[in-house]
């Protein structure tokens, strides 16, 4: 009997943790712990246990606390490790009946432990859930951010088309088609300056809309006051014919990529003593890295909102990011942006 219930505890486990769709599902645990209280229902109580029930016991209650944990943390299955947390609970009564206070008690005991394994499960399925939402935001963020950039470019554009439209209507012969034309471009212009000036003012109070988009031209400023209040070695280095060439969306993109990577040096490697910053041409794209030489304890601090916001936008100009330790020590953050032929 004992033997049974070991064996069909662990192999709901193993198939909660090894099959994705059954990771923290109700199946798995509503059927061990069906199974656990079914063998203990029926089990003899002869007040003994033997070494080797003993030990399979604690293998079967302890698989069970697992799966409760691992059941608990996914969203909206707590009430369904109730029939695990009995069986934790119970699988005692198989000594004796609960007659004697040290049976009460330890039933208890292990009922007890069992919804610490449950608060533990839904403790880490909040800071989960926490996580997804903070990157959930990030994003929303971040695409918010490109849209009040991509105003600014695009508006840059169309007031250059509406300021030739009103010279072509001056030099235009008046009352001919070449000035009607003329006229209906201006007329466009003007209107989608104001359709882009109403999206921008529900866009306002969410983002600070007074300083202009950055670019790549500014990365060389960036940089400079960050090396006049860091204590480290900072070096850029710029490819041959970089600014010049680069679209505006890609180069604010990785503008915001050396801003966030700087100030993770800043906020996790103090210690470094070298930074450098990269931004070259690799063919139609432009790759942009920073590296410092921090502990190894940068490792565990890295990770947060601003990585997660930068991967969404450079993935929506059909880019990549990648950040993580260098081989010996420090960090480097990689992002690679088209530059051409999109």
């Known amino acids: 009997m004992n033997v049974a219930a070991a064996a069909c505890v662990l192999a709901a486990l193993l198939l909660a943790l090894v099959r994705p769709g059954l990771r923290g599902s109700r199946g798995p645990i509503v059927l061990a712990g069906s199974v656990s209280l079914l063998i203990t229902l029926v089990s003899s109580r002869d007040g003994a246990l033997s070494a080797a029930d003993s030990v399979l016991g604690l293998v079967e209650t302890g698989a069970l606390l697992i799966l409760i944990g691992v059941t608990a943390r996914r969203p909206g299955q707590l009430p369904f490790v109730l029939p695990g947390a009995v069986a934790v609970g119970a699988w005692l009564l198989r000594v004796e009946p609960p007659t004697s206070a040290t049976i009460l008690f330890g039933c208890a005991t292990w009922f007890a432990a069992a919804l610490g394994a449950a608060g533990i499960g839904a403790y880490l399925g909040s800071l989960d859930a926490a996580r997804q939402r903070a990157a959930a935001e990030a994003r929303a963020a971040q695409r918010t951010l490109m849209a009040r950039e991509l105003h600014d470019f695009v508006a840059h554009d169309v007031s250059e088309v509406l300021a030739l439209a009103q010279a072509g209507r001056v030099l235009a012969p008046a009352g001919s088609q070449l000035a009607e034309l003329v006229h209906g471009i201006e007329t466009s212009a003007r209107s989608a300056l104001a359709s882009m000036d109403r999206t921008l003012d529900l866009l306002d109070g969410a983002l600070d809309l007074r300083h202009p988009a950055p670019s790549l031209a500014d990365v060389n400023e960036l940089v400079g006051r960050f090396s006049g209040s860091f204590p480290a070695d900072v070096r850029l280095e710029l490819g041959a014919g970089l600014p010049a060439g680069v679209p505006r969306e890609a180069g604010a993109a990785a503008y915001r990529v050396v801003m966030e990577a700087l ?57 990549s990011l990648d950040a993580g330790p260098r081989e010996r020590r420090g960090w480097r953050t990689t992002a690679t942006l088209p530059v051409s032929g999109r």
């Open 263 to 319: 100030t993770n040096v800043r906020r996790h490697a103090p210690s470094a003593s070298r930074v450098d910053v990269r931004l070259r041409r690799d063919g139609g794209q432009l790759v942009v890295e920073v590296t410092d030489d921090g502990g190894d304890a940068v490792v565990a601090a890295r990770g947060g909102r601003g990585l997660v916001g930068l991967t969404e936008r450079i993935r929506l100009l059909g880019g």
